[in-house]
């Protein structure tokens, strides 16, 4: 039986990888969705908000290899996030 040859990471897939799980993580701290690890709904604002500040500054590193496309999903999901957040900070201050 022939065994499969592991490719290589490279660093650009890994930082689409990584945006897309702190995404996720943003989703789950704002209480949107489940936690993968424990499938129970915690909310943690200061944890959104660190997801998101940190997605930001991937997707600037990313600018110079990620297509137009993925740049534009990227931006739509992370303003979803944005607003999700500027809704769920309100709801607290109340």
Not at 48 to 75: H, T, V, Y
Request: charged share 35%; proline share 1%; no cysteine.
């Amino acid at each position: 039986m022939e065994e499969k040859k592991k490719e290589i990471l490279k660093v650009d897939t890994m930082l689409r990888v990584f945006i897309g799980e702190l995404t996720l993580k943003g989703w789950a701290y704002l209480g949107v969705i489940s936690h993968p690890e424990t499938e129970e709904i915690k909310t943690d604002i200061e944890q959104a908000k660190l997801a998101i500040d940190a997605i930001e500054k991937l997707m600037e590193l990313g600018k110079s290899f990620l297509s137009e496309k993925e740049i534009k999903e990227m931006q739509l999901s992370l303003s979803n996030l944005k607003l999700n957040y500027v809704s769920k900070k309100n709801e607290k201050n109340k």
